[in-house]
């Protein structure tokens, strides 16, 4: 009897291939083989592909959800707080020899054009990882450490926005170059003006 | 018999899938019926998908190399060129439903950990986009227009990461919103520093 663990095992297994391969390269065969699931036990839990990937999504939105609890946990000053919620993506991707890149990122970039509900949940996901970062920086603002005069929504969207490119451009550099450069960048240059 | 314009059509009709849809989700007949050609055409220009797929890449970065050139022949101040050379790959994006992306982007974030032969040359032609904006950054540092202590390869790096990021944030907006933002974050932000 298929039961809560075998939908996680199986959302888990099937993450893990699609993060390297892509969604539409990816078989449900090699889902079911992964999770050592019979095809049964998957349509238990969804009624296509396509709603398995939708799940997925869920299942990363989830993931963010709880990261961005993370981050507004702890007394660490904000930027502190901010750099080192990158620092440890950065951290994961060397121990992954700069592969797989951010599976929101790839999924974007895959199903932007191809697929409408994914669309609209990839957005959503982004918006989830705006946020916390917007958070952060009025927190950095209202101390003083930014200045007063900076739109925080516009910053965050666009410190998310060049991370994916820095994470894209990685995947093909092989080497956390670009993550650094995003790093000084960002924390160097566009969250250390003279705070007017 | 098949000859050179045979070539450079099954080029660009598989070009036009593949930006939309990807490179693994496109089937070689679906390049064949756009382009009107047998299978036998196609295997005198090409010795495999793969093959097609890197001769892909190589009509792409001899694209690239010809907007390269142009960024660097007209008597505009060369920020102002630099600024218009995005603006013109916005217009490309609006006028297309702010669908399709970057090639180089999508391809990269696909391929990138799937096959080393692709993952070498994307990278390559990274480089070929982001050596004409270190080039013009350059430019603008002889005439005085950007700090002297600005590290102009960094910046270059910098930007054109971004930039795919953006884009693949459109992605899923499906406005350019994120295409604007980069444009004022680069030019009204790190482009306008205090001159030093």
Same mark, same amino acid.
Request: proline share 5%; charged share 30%; net charge positive.
């Given at each position: @009897?298929?039961? =809560?663990?075998?939908?996680? /095992?199986?959302?888990?297994?099937?993450?893990?291939?699609?993060?390297?391969?892509?969604?539409?390269?990816?078989?449900?065969?090699?889902?079911?083989?992964?999770? !050592?699931?019979?095809?049964?036990?998957?349509?238990?839990?969804?009624?296509?592909?396509?709603?398995?990937?939708? !799940? *997925?999504?869920?299942?990363? %939105? +989830? #993931?963010? %959800?709880?990261?961005?609890?993370?981050? &507004?946990?702890?007394? /660490?000053?904000?930027?502190?707080?901010?750099?080192?919620?990158?620092?440890?993506?950065?951290? #994961?991707?060397?121990?992954? +020899?700069?592969?797989?890149?951010?599976?929101?990122?790839?999924?974007?970039?895959?199903?932007?054009?191809?697929?409408?509900?994914?669309?609209?949940?990839?957005?959503?996901? #982004?918006?989830? @990882?705006?946020?916390? &970062?917007?958070?952060? *920086?009025?927190? %950095?603002?209202?101390?003083?450490?930014?200045?007063?005069? @900076?739109? /925080?929504?516009?910053? +965050?969207?666009?410190?998310? !926005?060049?991370?994916?490119?820095?994470?894209?451009?990685?995947?093909?550099?092989?080497?956390?170059? %670009?993550?650094?450069?995003?790093? =000084?960048?960002?924390?160097?240059?566009?969250?250390?003006?003279?705070?007017?």
């Amino acid at each position: @009897m298929p039961n =809560k663990d075998t939908r996680l /095992t199986i959302l888990e297994k099937g993450a893990r291939i699609i993060h390297k391969k892509g969604y539409n390269h990816t078989g449900l065969q090699e889902i079911l083989d992964a999770a !050592n699931v019979p095809k049964g036990s998957f349509y238990h839990f969804f009624k296509s592909k396509e709603d398995f990937g939708l !799940n *997925l999504l869920d299942h990363y %939105a +989830a #993931f963010f %959800a709880r990261k961005a609890g993370d981050l &507004v946990k702890t007394d /660490t000053p904000p930027l502190q707080r901010l750099k080192s919620f990158f620092h440890g993506f950065r951290c #994961f991707f060397e121990d992954n +020899a700069c592969e797989l890149g951010c599976p929101i990122g790839n999924l974007s970039q895959e199903m932007g054009d191809l697929n409408p509900a994914f669309r609209k949940k990839l957005e959503e996901i #982004f918006q989830m @990882m705006v946020s916390p &970062v917007e958070k952060l *920086l009025k927190e %950095a603002q209202e101390r003083k450490e930014l200045p007063r005069k @900076m739109d /925080t929504r516009e910053m +965050a969207d666009f410190i998310i !926005n060049s991370w994916e490119g820095a994470i894209l451009r990685m995947k093909v550099q092989k080497n956390p170059d %670009a993550l650094r450069l995003f790093d =000084k960048m960002v924390f160097d240059g566009f969250l250390k003006q003279p705070h007017k």
